[in-house]
Each structure stands twice: as C-alpha cells, then as structure tokens.
C-alpha cells in the first residue's frame, strides 16, 4: 500500500472529521449548561418492580444540555440522569423551552441515561389509572415505583432551565466529532441455551449456555466543540450499556465516572459532558460468560465509566485540526401510534388469583409478574395504543437518531447501517417510555428471556423495534450529511529518506 494510501486508511479508520468555522459566513454557535436534579433521601428508586427508597448519596444526578445554532436553525440535546422520560413530561418541557427561547420542539431531544439509581419516576401517564379498580390503584401506589409530584416539578425547571442557559451561553465555536472504540465493559446479557431459547442473565458458569445471543456496539461516539480561542467549551458522548452500575445510593450511575474522567484528564473539572444513551435494552456490564469473579459496585462504577470516559477523551486527542467547512443543522420528527400486545383473558383472571393469594402463596417473582399484568390490564383500558415519536437531529455529518425504548442493540446497529451520515449515534429512552422493544427473534420460537416477558413495561407489538429502525433511518436519510474534511494529503514524493535508504550494514 501507498504512503498517501496508508494515511488515508489511518484517518478514516479513527472515524474523525473537524469543523474549523473561522472562514464560513455562516457562523456556527454552541452553548452548553448543566443543572443539579439530585433526589432526596428517602425518596424512590427506581429500576424495579417495586418499592425502594434511597437510603444514602453517592454522586449527584444531572440534567446536561448541549444547543447548537447554524444561523438558520438551533437543535438542543438533553442528556437527564433518570431511568427514562415519559411523554408528557417531555410535551410539556419542550413547549415551554418553545416559549423562553424559541427552539422548535421537533429540534429538541431528551434523552434519559436509564440510570438506575436516580430520582423517582413511574411509568404511567395522567389518566391512566383514573377508572382502575381499587386493587389495581392499590398496586400502582403501594408495590410500583410511582413519580414524585415534587421531583417531577424540578425536573421540569431544570431541564428547562438548563437549556435555556445553554442557549444563553451560546458563542462562535468549532465542532469535531470522532469514533472511539470500547469492548471490555459492555456485554450481551442474554445467552443461547442448550434448549434452543435464550436467557437473560443464565449466570456465570451455567453448563447450559452456549454464547451470547446477540451483538454489543463498541462504538464510543464523541464530540468536542470548543470556542475560537482553542478553550473547549463541553463534549457529548454516547455509548450503549444499561447504567446498572449501582455504586451504592443516589448515583448518576457509570456516567458520573465517566464525567470524572473526562473532566480529569482535560483538567476542566466544570467541563459539561453531555451523555446520550445508545440502544441497551439488551446489554449490561455483566458478561454471564466471564471465568472471574464480578468486581464490586464502586469497582464497577470507575471501571465502566472510566474506560468510556477514558476512549471519549483519546479520540478528542486524535482530532487533527483541518480546513474548514459548513456545519449544517436539520431535524426530522415523526409521531405516530403503535399497538400493545395484548394478556388473554385467561392470563388475566390467573394475575388475579396470584395476586389475591399474596406473595408468600404465589411466590415474590410469580406474584410481582402477575401485578404486572393486571396493571398492564388497566393501561389497555385507558390507552389501548401507544405514541410514540422518533427524531433525528443533524449536526454536520453526524444525525443522532431517537427511539422511546430500551431498545435492543441489534436495531441500533441496523440503523448505523442504514444511514448515509458517516456518524450516526442511536439514542434510546429519548422522548417518551415504551419499555423493553426487543427485536423480532427475540419474540420469536427461539427467544425468550426477561425482557420479552408481558408486563406493563414491555408490551409492544413484535414489529414495533422495526418500525422504530426503519423509521430513524428514513428521517436521517431525508437530511444531507456536512461535508468530512480530511487534512491536506502529503507532499508530491521527491525522494526517499536519505538516513534510511540503505541496505543492512554488517561491517
């Protein structure tokens, strides 16, 4: 292979492109922010089927906001340390960011890292449960995690306010974004069986575990913006793995590690690191086919968010500072309903016996799958169809792509892909909550596992992760990528190194 050739192959295989925007007429902008949504103690955990309360504090939860403005056209991205966002405390954040500074809802993205141990917030929409039974209301109160009308309140204020601030805080800024790679602390969590099913979480040295029965997405998608001085103004990052981390009461989960790091290793320790979550429905830190035993849950936490942190900071150091070009700004939206499955009748009268007989008759996971069920029973009465939306939000060459779920990673990789921008970075639980949407085969005779099972939580029809995939793709493929500069080629080639043109000399 050529020199020219090598280096060509080199750049492209970092994956990453440079702004300079100090030649265009069009003036690019940039603004970040950040607000404090820590919960209190004693408020709920969430990221169970049950009742739990925070106990003790570890890091703080955040909202981190990254505005973008071409001139033409302004975008925000809102990455909210909680375990997902509903879709109306999204419709009502988006229209009144609308009114303090005037983004488009439809350019505006909200993005939850599924952190499992932030604030309180239920699953349920108003209406809901307004004409359930007694039981039903009894069982979303008493053994549900329900949203804390008080938290709800500060979420909405600081998101709010944290875009606005952001939007205030814009300035002339250059953009660069890159691909790192990190495949050492994400794993598929479900494993081909023996008996031809796949399980989630069959456990560490099970004889009856074949391999992993899906894929990981090593990608660790980074952006840097810094202003015209050189000074670097925030990043984004996304990456795909469940924040299961749990370093032991209020956390933001690994992401706080990995904000640590980057903030560390830049020796900015203000530094805004906006995190959007890739499509994790189906991957964890837990590999089910590790040979060691699992590190401890602040161990864990460093370890996680340490390496994503520590990859997002290497490719920020591998942007080569190029020739200028546009940095264009687009969005799609697409808002539509999708169809649950469906309990039998049957199903449902047996939840309620299990129910009614209690835990220690039915047994804890019997009886808190058939809660489920009879909840999920009540939501079809008030909402027996979903909204559901999915956006792609272009900065440049690259389009991140939304979906409302803890979407399987399998789609996310179909829809990079699908699409033509040369970064395409998927972010799931991202304006509105759907649940676990596993893929096809997973619903299928060969399937099975945790995420599959009917619960209020997880009840889409089989199609509805395809539909979400092939949707993102035809909404980013709609936009026109931003042109990805190279730096200029080397020199004509005049003559070798003198030094080294030579053959071995043994005397």
Request: aromatic fraction near 8%.
């Amino acid at each position: 292979m050529k020199y020219k050739e090598i280096i060509l192959t080199f750049i492209l295989t970092l994956s990453l492109v440079v702004y300079d925007v100090s030649a265009q007429t069009t003036v690019f902008k940039a603004g970040f922010a950040e607000r404090d949504i820590t919960p209190d103690i004693g408020m709920e955990s969430p990221g169970n089927y049950g009742k739990a309360h925070h106990k003790t504090f570890h890091d703080p939860c955040k909202v981190r906001v990254a505005v973008f403005d071409d001139g033409l056209k302004r975008t925000a991205l809102v990455g909210v340390d909680l375990l997902f966002v509903t879709r109306h405390l999204v419709q009502e954040v988006r229209a009144e960011i609308q009114k303090r500074c005037g983004i488009d809802p439809a350019s505006v993205m909200i993005g939850a890292s599924h952190s499992h141990s932030s604030g309180p917030i239920g699953m349920g929409e108003p209406g809901d449960f307004d004409k359930a039974s007694p039981l039903v209301k009894d069982l979303v109160n008493n053994h549900s995690i329900v949203s804390d009308p008080g938290y709800t309140q500060l979420l909405k204020k600081q998101i709010v306010d944290a875009v606005v601030i952001a939007y205030n805080n814009r300035t002339d800024a250059k953009l660069a974004v890159g691909n790192g790679h990190e495949d050492k602390v994400s794993f598929n969590r479900r494993l081909r069986m023996k008996n031809g099913m796949s399980y989630s979480h069959p456990g560490a040295g099970n004889p009856d575990i074949i391999d992993y029965a899906g894929p990981i997405d090593p990608q660790v998608g980074t952006v840097g913006v810094w202003d015209l001085k050189g000074n670097l103004l925030g990043t984004v990052v996304n990456f795909s793995c469940h924040a299961t981390t749990n370093p032991g009461g209020i956390s933001a989960n690994w992401i706080g590690a990995m904000e640590k790091t980057i903030r560390g290793a830049t020796g900015n320790a203000a530094l805004p690191v906006v995190f959007m979550q890739g499509a994790c429905g189906d991957i964890t830190q837990v590999d089910n086919l590790t040979k060691f035993q699992n590190p401890g849950a602040e161990e864990w936490w460093d370890i996680v968010g340490g390496r994503v942190g520590a990859e997002a900071y290497k490719t920020l150091l591998l942007i080569r500072r190029g020739a200028g070009s546009e940095i264009p700004l687009d969005s799609r939206q697409r808002v539509w309903t999708v169809k649950r499955r469906i309990p039998t009748a049957e199903k449902v009268q047996k939840a309620f016996e299990l129910v009614k007989a209690g835990p220690e008759k039915s047994g804890t996971t019997e009886w808190t799958f058939a809660k489920e069920i009879l909840v999920l029973d009540a939501i079809i009465k008030a909402r027996p169809l979903v909204e559901v939306e999915v956006q792609a939000i272009q900065v440049g060459p690259m389009v991140f792509v939304s979906n409302p779920a803890e979407y399987f990673v399998q789609y996310g990789l179909d829809i990079k892909a699908g699409s033509k921008f040369p970064f395409t970075f998927v972010v799931e639980l991202a304006n509105g909550i759907t649940g676990y949407v596993p893929t096809e085969e997973a619903l299928g005779p060969n399937g099975g596992g945790y995420e599959t099972r009917l619960t209020s939580y997880s009840n889409l029809e089989v199609s509805a992760g395809r539909q979400f995939a092939n949707t993102g793709i035809e909404l980013a493929n709609q936009m026109v990528p931003g042109k990805v500069p190279l730096p200029p080629p080397p020199p004509p080639f005049k003559a070798p190194w003198a030094y080294g043109n030579l053959p071995p000399e043994l005397k």
